[in-house]
């Protein structure tokens, strides 16, 4: 069955450094794969997709992530974290069987230190 | 720009109480979705919707139904809400194909 695994359920980092956000899927196509940012009482926002061709996906906001099929990982990464970026941000992949339903992993919390 | 709606930010009812939650979309999209989201499990899909009057179960669809009488609009009911139903609800459109889901800004349910 597909699935998606965030393993950090919190991240705290200082304004200004880098960061990492983990993500690794289980599904045995090549995946259709989403990143989502959720803000204190808001709904979730779209930050990037990853459909198929270059790897290194851009999104808003100055994120980016990186689709790595060996590591079946996508990754999500910024090299300088502001204050505005302290959300929950949640990995998705596309199901197969149409219909466009996804599978979230479970979140990680970014806190971000002045 | 997509706009989804939801009828209620913050919602607090009891227990056996029937629950009605409405979503609306105004970008003609084919199919919606219900989910809960609740701490550390993500989002889990309840219910969705590829067109008027269908429906398919989700994930956790025990103790839930789905109503879509339009195309804009897709309630989610609880027909007796009980206490482990208190949780943040989240509906979402999107267009058919492989495209991104939009989310409404979601309902916080209490049950008391």
């Known amino acids: 069955a597909q699935s998606v695994t965030q393993p950090d359920i919190h991240i705290t980092v200082s304004e200004g450094a880098s960061l990492e956000l983990r993500c690794n899927y289980s599904y045995g196509a090549t995946p259709y794969l989403f990143w989502y940012v959720q803000s204190p009482g808001q709904g979730l926002q779209l930050l990037l997709k990853y459909f198929s061709g270059d790897t290194l996906v851009q999104g808003i906001k100055g994120f980016e992530a990186e689709f790595k099929r060996s590591q079946s990982s996508f990754n999500l990464r910024k090299p300088s974290v502001h204050w505005s970026d302290a959300a929950e941000y949640f990995c998705a992949v596309v199901v197969s069987g149409g219909y466009n339903k996804l599978i979230f992993g479970a979140g990680t919390r970014l806190a971000v230190h002045p | 720009d997509v706009k989804v709606t939801q009828s209620s930010r913050y919602l607090v009812k009891r227990t056996g109480e029937k629950v009605f939650l409405e979503c609306v979309q105004d970008?003609?999209?084919?199919?919606m979705f219900w989910y809960r989201q609740d701490p550390g499990l993500g989002l889990r899909l309840i219910y969705f919707s590829y067109d008027v009057k269908m429906k398919e179960k989700g994930d956790i669809p025990e103790g839930y139904s789905v109503s879509r009488e339009k195309k804009e609009r897709f309630s989610l009911i609880l027909e007796s809400a009980s206490t482990n139903q208190t949780s943040m609800y989240l509906c979402a459109t999107v267009q058919g194909g492989y495209n991104e889901q939009f989310f409404g800004p979601g309902t916080r349910l209490t049950v008391l």
């Open positions: 970008m003609d999209h084919e199919n």
